[in-house]
Every structure is written in structure tokens, then in C-alpha cells.
């Protein structure tokens, strides 16, 4: 019988970790997700304590020598580097070390590239990697050559490697015209979207916090979710009813993560505008992390970077069967277990009550001519309960501020 599967890579985590160093803890042990996430073992950590990075070998000469040792008595693959490596570093460590190295950055892209499932996160995927190797291409020569696979392999191929800047720079000029074709389709669709009058809830938060269980228990649908990393990366949109005739529509997007690398900040931000033009952001949290208020400040600061402050939020700390010793530290927020058979109802009532205090109340007297109109009205508003068939019955509600003017037509 022929063996098909895949050997799994065995690596070495490494860090350095600078006076000035914060979470160093929380971002190994999530460099330590990454891998696994990309089917590596990881078999050792190291995290070495310095004032800098060394230019040349980013760790210590010492801790340099301890790592090839390792290498040796471990059968090791691959050795992955926490921080972002210059292209004189990747270089000069795998020269050292003779096996293949790669850093944060580049595990990342290669999930991405394993994650991505439209033909426009293919090509931002793409682009990322190509404007990652684009200055990596002089000097690494060893790196370049290799007939490499596995983690930091993925994508763009052995083949394209080797090409020249010219190429690349070709390539990347090429993906970024189709992407900007691919954008350009998509901006037509969300424009009629904002020109519609149903109210749109955007899904936010770290990898892996659960915004895809939460999509799947609020539309009863089967979106793909995983304890994993980055489980979704393409936006999707899907509708949904939170009160009896209310429509809404709900995204999900891809989960943030600290220092994302900028080529995927700038590749994705198209995806991420999706979230930019709704009118209410679900900030999912994972309440059983031990950093979760962590996570929700990396959140937090990309919202700002992305002018989205002001956009209304509700916090959902989710996973709370798991969470010990858990306090909240956003507000207003639901606490709930999407995995429990009471989530859907808690978190509709919590999101209801928060739609509430961002619509304007209304009341009016219902004419018995105008009954046939509050069909539509419920689509838009939430209403309180009435009799149409009432002569002259008060209706009471709360609307959008941008509906409002739609209550024009009961008042004639």
C-alpha cells in the first residue's frame, strides 16, 4: 500500500523578547496556534530575553548553537521566528541552522493561502505574498533554490520563486488590476445594499473568538467554523429575521489578530470594508482566553485605524461554559455559550434591545385604508403589538433614523 499523507513538519518556535516587549507570553503561545494551525508539531519553544535584535542572527550567538543542537537530536523541519526577519537574517539562519526558516509573517500568508476560498481572497492572498518576496529575492539564493514544500510553501509555487523582480513586479501590477475589477463588482453590490432599507449587523473580533458559530446560531445556516485560526477569511453575508417580520442582514469577516503583517492588512482591507458600512458591530470575544481583554484591545485599535469607533457595538463574550474568573471590560455586552440551546434566544433579545436604544421611538394613528402598509413597516421597524383591524388604532414603535422619513406615508 502506497503512502499518501503528508510527513508532519516538526518545528522550533523562537522569540526574542526586548525590555519594552508586551504580551510576549500571549504571542508565542499564539505563534504556537499559527503552526499548529498550518499542520505543524510544534516540539520546542524558546524565547530568549535581549535589549535588541541582532542584526545578523536576531538571537544570541549561545542560544544560536542551543537551537542547532536541537535541530539535530530532534529531527527538526522548520524553525519559525515570532518577529518579522529581514531578508540578511532568513539568509544567514538557515545558513546556520540548515534547515528551512521562516517567520511570523510568512506563516501567516501561508494560512491565508490555505483559508482562502473566493477567487478575490486568492488573489489578495496572492499579492500578499508576492509583495513579501518581492524584497527577499536578492540574496537568498539557498532559500529561493530549494525545491521546498510544506509550511511557508503554499500559494504562488516553486516556479515563481525564481523569478526575477521584473516578474514579480509584473504579476503583482497584473493580480492588482483584477482584483481591482473584482472590487469594483462588489462595491456595485454593497451600494445597492446601502441603498436598501434593512438594517445590517457586521460580525468583529480576534481569530478564532467564534463569529462563525455565532452566524450559524443566528441564521440556522451552516457556515464553515473550527477551533482553529483564521477559519474564515472571505466576507459573507447572509440574511437573517431578529422579530417577527425584521429583516437584517449579517456579515462575517475575517478575525484580527496582533501584528498582522501590513501586506495583508492592505490586501484585506477590501474585505474588511465590509464591516465599515453597517449599523451595528457584534464584537465577538472568547471569554475563556486568559488574554481575551488583550485580544479585545488589538480589536479595539484596528477599529480606530479603520475610522469605525463610531459605529454602535454590542460585545458578545462567547464561549462562557469555558471561562473561569471571567469580568467584562466592554460594555453593553451578552454573555452567552454559542454551543448552549438558549444562545439563539438570548442573543437575539440582547441585540433587539440594543437596536432599540439606537432607533427613534414612534406613534401614530392607523387609519383603516393605510392597514395594508405596515407589511412593509415591519420589515423596517420594530413594532409593538397592534390590531390592524382596530379602527384608528395607535401604532407605537422605533425606526432607523434614516427610515424615518418612510412614516411620512401613515401621517397623510
Known sequence: MIETSQKQERVILVGAALPDSENIEMSMDELASLAQTAGAKVVHSYCQKRDRYDSKSFIGSGKLQEIKQLIEAE????????????PRQNT??????????????????????????????????????LKY??????????????????????????????????????QISDIEKQIKAVAKNRETIREKRLDSQTFKIGLIGYTNAGKSTIMNVLTDNRQYEADELFATLDATTKQIYLFDRFQATLTDTVGFI????????????????????????????????????????????????LDMMAIPRLVVYNKMDKAKNFTASQYPYVSLSAKSKEAAFILRQAILKKIRSIFVPFSFKLSPENAYKLYDLSQIALLESYDAEQDSKEIKGCISEKNKWRLEAFLC
Open 258 to 305: 496582533q501584528d498582522l503583517p501590513t501586506e495583508l492588512v492592505a490586501a484585506f482591507k477590501s474585505t474588511l470594508e465590509e464591516s465599515r458600512q453597517v449599523d451595528l458591530l457584534l464584537h465577538v470575544v472568547d471569554a475563556s482566553d486568559p488574554n481575551h481583554e488583550e485580544q479585545e484591545q488589538v480589536v479595539l485599535d484596528i477599529l480606530s485605524e
Open 75 to 86: 529531527a527538526i523541519d522548520t524553525v519559525i521566528v515570532n518577529n518579522r526577519l529581514t
Open 92 to 129: 544567514y539562519l538557515e545558513a546556520e541552522l540548515g534547515v528551512k526558516v521562516i517567520d511570523r509573517m510568512q506563516l501567516i500568508l501561508d494560512i491565508f493561502a490555505m483559508r482562502a476560498r473566493s477567487h478575490e481572497g486568492k488573489l489578495q492572498v496572492h499579492l500578499a505574498q
Open 133 to 170: 518576496m518581492l524584497p527577499r529575492l536578492v540574496g537568498q539564493g539557498v532559500m529561493l533554490s530549494r525545491q521546498a514544500g510544506g509550511i511557508g510553501s503554499r500559494g504562488p509555487g516553486e516556479s515563481q520563486l525564481e523569478l526575477n523582480r521584473r516578474s514579480i513586479r509584473r
